[in-house]
């Protein structure tokens, strides 16, 4: 059962069993607790502002292999009383100071997090009008933490990178409540060792695997991405598991050159194709899971250019009538007149916030 944020509220506790927080965007927090919940990896107890705190269930790595989340931390303390004055610092280093920060690094270590770290940094973030800065409060965190950790602080005051594979954690204020949380890998999980190429309108892959989720994946299934830039879809999707036939097609050369060398090593089929003219069978595919050039960032091309709509019309007669689609969308409310018109009823939306932007994950079917 998942307890409310609210029954767990103290003052200052320190928390030393496998309690864990994965951070993600906003509006995907719940697609992110399902994916911990199915995969068996815990027990989800809160969901809060681009956050999900769980229970781990068991010992091992795959913690590491969360797809929609930007990243993942050992849970070390949650404080509260912290106000917007500086004497709110104080308050945050005694909580720091009382954090059993090596019995957290074994912890670390049993989840797949690098050994024996050499120094230690904090990055912090806050919502609302303080009277300090991150900095300030990355500090006080910092030093008590370091010499608890017996490593030296790294601070980021000075805009120097902190050493690579060092214990890295990570502060959010959040209201009145702070909550310290212990990296588990050795970066953020958000950064893919696969894109080694991105481009104008890549999408942020956790993101991306959460438009996967949305369309339901199943063994054997057909999965498009009729709009596919650096391949970022279709490489989540194939992350995702399960035998599941995938293509990515984009109108652009140069982006599929750059999806194959990104999608080395899977069994993905890249083409080059027009989304207004698939070389695809009418209701050939399962599943199509994409973001369309309706961004800011990348204009449509080809046939898109002067006539949008087919991008519906297609996406439409490619789908089986049983299929799916996951779709991101900004200005969602006018492409989905089109969407409609094309014979696509919307089974789903959610608003998400990444990077400053607020489109929206919508779902659809076969009318
Ligand atoms: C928002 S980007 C997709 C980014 C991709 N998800 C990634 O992670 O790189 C939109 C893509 O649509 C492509 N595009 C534009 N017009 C197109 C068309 N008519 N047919 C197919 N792709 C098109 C662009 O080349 C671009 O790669």
New binding site residues.
């Given amino acids: 059962m998942r307890r409310s944020f609210a029954a767990s509220r103290c003052r200052s506790r320190v928390v030393t069993g496998a309690r864990l927080v994965a951070r993600t965007v906003r509006g995907i927090e719940s697609i992110l607790a399902d994916e911990i919940q199915a995969s068996g990896l815990g027990t989800v107890e809160h969901e809060g502002h681009r956050e999900v705190w769980f229970q781990h269930l068991g010992p091992g790595p795959r913690v590491l292999d969360l797809r929609c989340a930007d990243d993942v931390f050992v849970f070390g303390a949650v404080v509260h009383g912290v106000d917007r004055t500086k004497a709110s610092l104080r308050v945050l280093a005694a909580a720091a100071e009382a954090v059993p920060v090596r019995d957290l690094q074994a912890l670390r270590e049993t989840l797949g997090g690098p050994r024996q770290p050499m120094s230690l940094d904090v990055s912090a973030s806050f919502l609302g009008r303080r009277n300090f800065n991150r900095y300030d409060v990355e500090d006080a965190v910092g030093a008590p933490l370091a010499a608890r950790a017996d490593v030296p602080y790294h601070s980021r005051r000075a805009g120097v990178a902190p050493p690579h594979e060092g214990m890295s954690w990570r502060v959010t204020v959040d209201g009145d409540r702070a909550l310290l949380g212990l990296r588990i890998g050795p970066g953020p999980l958000h950064r893919r060792s696969y894109r080694r190429i ?6 942020h ?1 956790p993101l ?1 695997a959460a438009l996967v989720r949305l369309a339901e994946p199943f063994t054997g299934a057909r999965v498009l ?9 279709p490489i989540e999707a194939a992350a995702a598991g399960g035998a599941m036939s995938i293509i990515g ?4 050369r140069v ?1 599929i050159r ?2 194959k060398a990104n999608g080395e090593g899977t069994s993905i089929s890249w083409v080059t ?4 003219s698939l070389p695809l069978a009418h209701r050939s595919v399962d599943l199509v899971v ?6 800011r ?9 002067d006539h949008p709509t ?2 519906w019309r297609e996406l439409r007669r490619v789908l089986q009538p049983q299929g799916r689609a996951a779709v ?1 969308l900004p200005d969602a409310d006018d492409h989905l007149v089109d969407a409609t018109k094309a014979g696509l009823t919307t089974h789903d939306r959610r608003l998400v916030s990444v990077f400053g932007a607020h489109p929206e994950i919508v779902v659809l079917q076969p009318s």
Avoid at 198 to 203: I, N, P, Q, W
Avoid at 249 to 252: A, E, F, L, R, V
Avoid at 273 to 276: E, H, L, V
Avoid at 297 to 305: E, T
């Fill in positions: 991105t481009r104008a309108g890549s999408v892959p991306a991405d009729p709009c596919c830039g650096v391949g970022t879809i097609s984009d109108h652009d982006a750059a999806a194709a027009d989304a207004g994409t973001n369309p050039p309706w961004n960032q990348v204009p449509p091309a080809g046939l898109l250019a087919r991008f991101l």
